[in-house]
């Protein structure tokens, strides 16, 4: 409310009060039985019914006086007479502010007790497990999907396979700091053979000794691969290179992807969540996310 406005409701309601004291003044003051001012001797009715002009019961009148000490009163307290904010300085803000921080209050004494729990046990707890999922769809499900299976680029939640590891420390770290794989480009650095080979070999990996074209691309990986992802492919969780021995991928198996991710690299990058989420959630976030792949 703008000063002028604010002024104008201070002064209506002011004028209002004093007009209802002056009428409860002036109608008690008339004596009683004096007949109203215009009534005639005719003004009778059934006999003995005539327009008299008595004050208000003092009953009643102890009514509207109470009403008006109580309207005063009102005015003080809250923010009634105008822009003024009343001596409580209660506010409708205020009280959901304040509703807001005892519901906020509740919910971390809540999750504070869930958190309580071993991450692996959050799993099979329902309350602390609904607590997970609800955090993961606000948090999580815009990259890794609402039911957590990921996409291109997007590791998938729900499988017992892992970048960076799946124990209960390695999904906190993840969620906590963040992650950011990088598979550099060889687009310079091999042949265009060379990358041939390693995709006939990575596309179809060989359950036992490679031969032929794929022995040529084992060679080329040994080389130029198995720095990060380990001589037999099984990858290596401490830089979050995947391993490409399974059917489990990121980008993608088949061989123009491959051809992709050799020659421009990749780099995945999941967002630390440090400053967004407290411990206790982070915490029910591992234990659902862990749950998932159960
Ligand atoms: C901006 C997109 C994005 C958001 C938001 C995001 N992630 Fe990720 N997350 C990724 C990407 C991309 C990776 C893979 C990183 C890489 O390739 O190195 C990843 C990796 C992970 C991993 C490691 C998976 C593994 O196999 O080791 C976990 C666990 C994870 N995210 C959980 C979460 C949780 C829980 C949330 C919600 C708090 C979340 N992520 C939010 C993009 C995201
Ligand atoms: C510097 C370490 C490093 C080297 C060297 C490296 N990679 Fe990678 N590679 C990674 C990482 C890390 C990822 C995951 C990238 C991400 O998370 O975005 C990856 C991803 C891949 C993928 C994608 C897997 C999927 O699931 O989609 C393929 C395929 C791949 N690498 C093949 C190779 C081949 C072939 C070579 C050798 C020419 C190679 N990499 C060399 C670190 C490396």
């Known amino acids: ?57 003092r009953w009643w009148l102890n009514l509207f006086i109470i009403t008006i000490v109580f309207a005063i009163g009102y005015m003080v307290v809250f923010p009634g007479f105008g822009h003024m904010a009343g001596v409580l300085d209660w506010s409708k803000r205020g009280e959901m502010e304040s509703k807001l921080a005892q519901l906020t209050e509740r919910r971390e004494a809540k999750l504070n007790e869930l958190a309580a729990f071993p991450v692996a046990e959050i799993a099979s707890h329902p309350d602390a497990r609904k607590v997970g999922q609800e955090l993961f769809g606000s948090y999580c499900a815009g990259c890794h999907g609402a039911n957590a299976e990921g996409a291109r680029g997007y590791p998938n939640l729900t499988d017992d396979d892992w970048l960076y590891g799946g124990t209960p420390q390695a999904v906190v770290a993840s969620i906590t700091n963040g992650r950011g794989g990088v598979m550099t480009p060889f687009l310079s650095q091999l042949s265009n053979e060379q990358v041939s080979q390693l995709i006939a070999l990575v596309a179809d990996w060989p359950e036992g000794e490679p031969s ?51 020659l421009f690299g990749r780099q995945g990058k999941m967002p630390s969540h440090k400053a967004l989420l407290s411990e206790q959630e982070i915490k029910l976030l591992a234990g659902y996310v862990i749950g998932l792949g159960q």
């Open 1 to 57: 409310m703008n000063p002028t406005t604010g002024w104008l409701v201070a002064g209506v309601s002011l004028l209002n009060i004093l007009a209802c004291v002056w009428l409860i003044w002036a109608t008690s003051r008339r004596k009683p039985n004096e007949v109203a001012e215009g009534a005639v001797k005719e003004d009778v009715w059934d006999g003995d019914l005539r327009e008299l002009n008595n004050p208000l019961p």
């Open 212 to 262: 032929g074209r794929q022995a040529e691309g084992m060679a080329v990986f040994r080389q130029r691969c198995a720095a990060c992802h380990g001589m037999d492919g099984h990858g290596n969780q401490a830089l979050g290179a995947p391993d490409l021995t399974d059917d489990t991928w990121l980008y993608g198996g088949d061989p123009d992807t491959i051809r992709e991710t050799i």
